[in-house]
């Protein structure tokens, strides 16, 4: 059973625009505070932005101003929508539980992901 189901990656060019979705097991994870995280080809899994049960949303200073995280508790679903895209910004896209550092295994698995490329 796929608990974290990630959707809405794809080609865009530099200054595009890009919304990623992620639809989670509720029973898993509707208490807990969610994050989105990437990985780029060569480089570790890194977070990019966390959102409580409440919608506070906290950032990678890397990523500040141009991402808005947002989730739906009804809909057990977290988005994330990006602006402003750099090359930089490409990578896999992942969410899960928020807190998971780079060489953790983290107690539910990953997802397959959404992949994001950023390329005139």
């Known amino acids: 059973q796929e608990r974290l189901v990630e959707s809405g990656g794809g080609l865009v060019q530099p200054g595009g625009s890009l919304g990623l979705s992620c639809v989670y097991d509720?029973?898993?994870?509707?208490?807990?505070?969610m994050a989105w995280y990437r990985q780029a080809p060569g480089k570790q899994r890194e977070r990019v932005a966390s959102?409580?049960?409440?919608?506070?949303?906290n950032y990678a200073d890397a990523v500040k101003g141009r991402f808005t995280i947002s989730r739906d508790n009804a809909k057990n679903t977290v988005h994330l929508q990006m602006n402003l895209l750099k090359p930089e910004d490409s990578a896999v896209y992942y969410c899960?539980?928020?807190?998971?550092?780079?060489?953790?295994?983290?107690?539910?698995?990953w997802g397959q992901g959404t992949q994001v490329t950023i390329s005139s």
């Open positions: 959102i409580t049960t409440g919608g506070y949303g």
């Open positions: 509720e029973t898993v994870f509707s208490i807990a505070t």
């Open positions: 899960n539980v928020d807190g998971i550092s780079p060489a953790q295994t983290p107690k539910w698995p």
